[in-house]
Each structure stands twice: as C-alpha cells, then as structure tokens.
C-alpha cells in the first residue's frame, strides 16, 4: 500500500524563523522524493527533490532524506510571507509506476 | 508564452451530463498526465499518457477517458457526471521517461450539481 503521510497544518510561523515540513512514506521502494508548493488557486510547482540520504540545500531550502526511517522534511530558513502555501512531497519509484504519489500537503502561514 | 493550458478553467454542470476539458502542451513533451485534486487538496494521479502507452490509475472510474488528438494534447472526457467529480482537474506534461520533470497546467475547476 503506497501512502505518504504529512500534517495538513495549518502551521505557522513568523517571519523570518525557520518552517519545518515532515513527510513519513510507507514505500519502501520510492527512490526519489520531491517537493512542491501549490499556492492556494494555483497549480503546483516543483521546489526541490532528493534522491539520497541526508541533506540537499538549494538557497533557504534544504530537504533532508532518511530513508532507513522513511522520512523526508523540507526546512524553509528566514521564512517569507511569499513563503505561505501548501507544501506537497512526492515519493517516487518503481512501486509507484515511476508516478508521482502525492500526500495530502502542509498548509503554511508565515505570519508578517 | 503559456507551456501547459487547459480549458475551460472553470466548469459548472449537472449530474448525468458528459464533459470535456481539453489540455495543450507546447513543450515538446512526450509524456501527458491528468491529476485529480478534491476538496481535501489531495493530488491524485488519473492517468498518464504518451503515444505508445497508457497507464490508468485502477481507482480511476471508466467514466473518464483520456483522448489524445495528437502528441501536444490530451483531453478528459468524463460520461454520466457525478457529484463525486467535482474537483480540480490538473493536466501535466514530461519529456518521455522523465516523470520526475513535469510541468502542470493552471487547473480546471469542475463543480457538479
């Protein structure tokens, strides 16, 4: 059974501290993990994917990959109002077709 | 220049009614997709599209049928509407074989009565 589980939210934070965004997978066979952000009305956009365990940073992004405990989270540095979304992770692999499976998303409000 | 767009954006109909909502690439791309995405905001493959080979989602009712005039487009059709069916309805497109790389469409919102 392929799930991917995330808090729905909504999580706040102020301005300008650090947003944290965990995501547990049942899958043990997802290889690749993405992330993406979905302002509300709007369509999704990627934001980062990991492959491999530990952490991958791309400007106040970092993704942090532990697949031994089937865990993924995206940390979000000096958070912005621009910032506020849902967050959707997507595992992906074999198991899954190679198609996206999406959790149910992390509502964020970064509060001015 | 608008890469993946779908029409209508918004959709208001009756139940038992049949519905299209069309889908257009300009990337070049190979590979199409349909998402459905409910009240809850979770995103759920449909389909996945490219000329040699359709994958169907096995949750997916045989009301909806993808059809594909040529490669830079993929519409929806859905028979006998439901009021299950009212979500928003994402098309999305890949380079063949890169399911990793996709780009999605702004959305159709189908609300049924």
């Known amino acids: 059974q392929k799930e991917v589980e995330q808090n729905s939210g909504p999580l706040s934070v102020p301005e300008g501290a650090i947003a944290s965004l965990n995501c547990t997978y049942s899958?043990?066979?997802?290889?690749?993990f993405f992330w993406y952000r979905q302002y509300s009305g709007k369509s999704p956009e990627l934001i980062m994917f990991i492959y491999s365990n530990g952490d991958k940073e791309d400007g106040r992004f970092t993704a942090q990959l532990n697949k031994a405990s089937q865990y993924v989270s995206l940390l979000i540095r000096d958070s912005q109002p621009s910032d506020s979304a849902t967050y959707l992770c997507a595992p992906i692999g074999k198991n899954t077709g190679n198609q996206f499976y999406f959790g149910t998303g992390t509502s964020l409000t970064v509060i001015p | 220049d608008t890469a993946v767009s779908q029409t209508p954006k918004y959709l208001v109909t009756q139940m038992g009614n049949d519905k299209s909502i069309k889908c257009e690439q300009n990337?070049?791309?190979?590979?199409m997709y349909w998402y459905k995405q409910d009240s809850k905001k979770f995103l759920k493959i449909m389909f996945s599209?490219?000329?040699?080979?359709?994958?169907i989602n096995e949750t997916v009712p045989n009301r909806f049928s993808p059809k594909s005039p040529d490669k830079a487009h993929l519409n929806l059709h859905i028979n006998s509407l439901e009021l299950g069916d009212s979500a928003v309805y994402f098309c999305a497109s890949s380079p063949a074989g890169r399911t990793d790389t996709q780009y999605f469409g702004p959305g159709t919102r189908l609300t049924v009565l």
């Open positions: 990337l070049g791309h190979d590979t």
């Open positions: 599209y490219n000329n040699k080979e359709l994958i």
């Open positions: 899958d043990r066979g997802s290889q690749s």
